[in-house]
């Protein structure tokens, strides 16, 4: 049996990754540390095969005045976390970092293909503290302690929060959506959960980049989504122009609009499929909502 220590109460993916869990009662045993008030410094992670970090604040902000609250909990409470686990000496320590480290979205027509050589340079302090955590983990790799440093792009599922909330909120209630193909790499909630289980499992260490077997575009979602409502959308392209204009400013724009793909190949070396459902089957979940 796997004993596995989530360090990051009540988080959306810990959460999901320790339901999906019991599916196999025999094989894992979870328990979940909270963070923010120093409870994880009473307990001895010795008992345990694998700490999986998820503790974080994941929302984007351009706010300078949030910058060392940003650096507090993303990067010193990670490293932080990631010492006490080898000193403890934890075999597995697992780190969700983000696509965020490469910087913002490509624009509207420009393709932003990521590769696993691609250099980060992170746009905003969220990018910069979750980079400078995954940098820091990374250098305490040695023959006893194996970091796994998972580099996300967008995580959408039931109940989620962000961006995917907002826009499956505005297919219920608007009739119309800009005709605006783009592409980009997403991971549903499942699949991510499949990958971290397979993660630990096969004992792995070393910088990885899960994502859907396919790309998906804002339209898709949109169009997937308003099937799963029976209502009829209609994608317009009055406003692509302007849409166009704006995106050369980068923002908010981008992140419904713009590209941004992991290349396909990036995980060849992973080995294992752990993509088990797909983009229909995923954004029906996530419209209909399930519980966790």
């Given at each position: 049996?796997?004993?596995?220590?989530?360090?990051?109460?009540?988080?959306?993916?810990?959460?999901?990754?320790?339901?999906?869990?019991?599916?196999?009662?025999?094989?894992?045993?979870?328990?979940?540390?909270?963070?923010?008030?120093?409870?994880?410094?009473?307990?001895?992670?010795?008992?345990?095969?694998?700490?999986?970090?998820?503790?974080?604040?994941?929302?984007?902000?351009?706010?300078?005045?949030?910058?060392?609250?940003?650096?507090?909990?993303?990067?010193?409470?990670?490293?932080?976390?990631?010492?006490?686990?080898?000193?403890?000496?934890?075999?597995?320590?697992?780190?969700?970092?983000?696509?965020?480290?490469?910087?913002?979205?490509?624009?509207?027509?420009?393709?932003?293909?990521i590769k696993k050589s691609t250099i980060p340079c992170p746009a905003n302090i969220y990018g910069k503290s979750k980079l400078e955590a995954d940098l820091s983990i990374q250098k305490m790799t040695d023959n006893r302690f194996k970091p796994v440093i998972i580099r996300t792009p967008m995580v959408y599922g039931p109940g989620c929060k962000g961006n995917f909330f907002k826009l499956i909120k505005l297919v219920k209630v608007s009739p119309i959506f800009p005709g605006i193909e783009n592409e980009r790499s997403m991971i549903y909630?499942?699949?991510?959960?499949?990958?971290?289980?397979?993660?630990?499992?096969?004992?792995?260490?070393?910088?990885?980049?899960?994502?859907?077997?396919?790309?998906?575009?804002?339209?898709?979602?949109?169009?997937?989504?308003?099937?799963?409502?029976?209502?009829?959308?209609?994608?317009?392209?009055?406003?692509?122009?302007?849409?166009?204009?704006?995106?050369?400013?980068?923002?908010?724009?981008?992140?419904?609009?713009?590209?941004?793909?992991?290349?396909?190949?990036?995980?060849?070396?992973?080995?294992?499929?752990?993509?088990?459902?797909?983009?229909?089957?995923?954004?029906?979940?996530?419209?209909?909502?399930?519980?966790?």
């Amino acid at each position: 049996m796997k004993k596995i220590l989530i360090t990051g109460k009540d988080s959306y993916i810990g959460t999901f990754f320790e339901n999906s869990l019991k599916k196999w009662p025999k094989q894992y045993d979870v328990n979940t540390v909270g963070t923010m008030n120093d409870e994880w410094k009473a307990i001895s992670f010795s008992e345990y095969d694998v700490v999986f970090h998820v503790a974080g604040i994941a929302h984007v902000s351009t706010d300078s005045k949030m910058e060392s609250l940003y650096m507090k909990v993303n990067r010193d409470l990670a490293i932080k976390v990631a010492r006490k686990a080898k000193l403890d000496g934890i075999k597995q320590f697992i780190f969700m970092s983000s696509i965020i480290v490469y910087g913002d979205d490509g624009s509207m027509g420009e393709k932003k293909f990521i590769k696993k050589s691609t250099i980060p340079c992170p746009a905003n302090i969220y990018g910069k503290s979750k980079l400078e955590a995954d940098l820091s983990i990374q250098k305490m790799t040695d023959n006893r302690f194996k970091p796994v440093i998972i580099r996300t792009p967008m995580v959408y599922g039931p109940g989620c929060k962000g961006n995917f909330f907002k826009l499956i909120k505005l297919v219920k209630v608007s009739p119309i959506f800009p005709g605006i193909e783009n592409e980009r790499s997403m991971i549903y909630i499942d699949n991510l959960c499949e990958f971290l289980r397979l993660c630990v499992n096969n004992k792995v260490t070393g910088v990885f980049f899960p994502q859907n077997s396919e790309y998906v575009s804002t339209k898709e979602i949109v169009k997937l989504a308003a099937e799963c409502i029976e209502k009829k959308i209609y994608f317009i392209n009055w406003f692509n122009p302007l849409l166009r204009l704006m995106s050369k400013k980068g923002g908010f724009i981008n992140k419904v609009f713009g590209n941004k793909l992991y290349e396909k190949n990036i995980m060849e070396e992973f080995g294992f499929d752990y993509c088990i459902k797909d983009i229909n089957e995923s954004i029906k979940e996530s419209v209909w909502g399930r519980n966790i």
